[in-house]
Antibody
């Protein structure tokens, strides 16, 4: 069973770039038997869930248009990790950020990482 | 974007009760609906995929139904560990979207 773990700064200043890494264990990120869609999802404090985007195993990435081109998801197969970059952050980007996997887009996200809280504040 | 609307937003129930949570999409999405359970401070867990497929490890008291625009998650006999927040999610179109959540309380 593949396991995911987010890591990165818990505090980011406004206008800066939020950068998070999701480390994959229990299997190779290149092995499609574990899933094709390496995904980021966030949850604003006390609120619902927002899909940020995913990167397909082939390297193609798809993002939520609501983030207006500020987001990049990439894969580092040598480190068995994938990452999230969100530029020009504001306080509205304060949230718990989760990484997740999906064997196929229609099948839902499973498993998830434990999540990491990122606060945007000066 | 496809909007997912859950009902009710919160629900009080007792151990042993049968409860149903509904989710309505703003357009037909076939069976492209997934259900998640989230307890405080934890990541969501996938319970039901493609409207009615129970995930490995999920108790058989959970079931899902529906197609098109209307979907339901039913818990046949509530157990103490089922009190949580439940979310539906459509996987028909990007951006994937979630319902606002249903908080199931004792």
């Amino acid at each position: 069973q593949v396991q995911l773990q987010e890591s990165g700064p818990g505090l980011v200043e406004p206008s800066q770039t939020l950068s998070l890494i999701c480390s994959v264990s229990g299997g190779s990120i290149s092995d499609t038997t574990f899933g094709y869609y390496w995904t980021w999802i966030r949850q604003h404090p006390g609120k619902g869930l927002e899909w940020i985007g995913y990167i397909y195993h082939s390297g193609s990435a798809y993002y939520n248009p609501s983030l207006k081109g500020r987001v990049t998801i990439s894969v580092d197969t040598s480190s068995n990790q994938f990452s999230l970059e969100l530029t020009s952050v504001t306080v509205a980007d304060t949230a718990v950020y989760y990484c997740a996997n999906s064997l196929a887009a229609r099948l839902g996200f499973d498993p998830w990482g434990q999540g990491t809280l990122v606060t945007v504040s000066s | 974007d496809i909007q997912m609307t859950q009902s009710p937003s919160s629900l009080s129930a007792s151990v042993g009760d049968r409860v149903t949570i509904t989710c309505r999409a703003t357009q037909s999405i076939s069976d492209y609906v997934n259900w998640y359970q989230q307890t405080p401070g934890k990541a969501p867990i996938l319970v039901i995929s493609t409207a009615s497929t129970l995930q490995s490890g999920a108790p058989s008291r959970f079931s899902g139904s529906g197609s098109g625009t209307d979907f339901a998650l039913t818990i046949s006999s509530l157990q103490p560990e089922d009190f949580a927040t439940y979310y539906c999610q459509q996987s028909y179109n990007i951006p994937f979207t979630f319902g606002q959540g249903t908080k199931l309380e004792i």
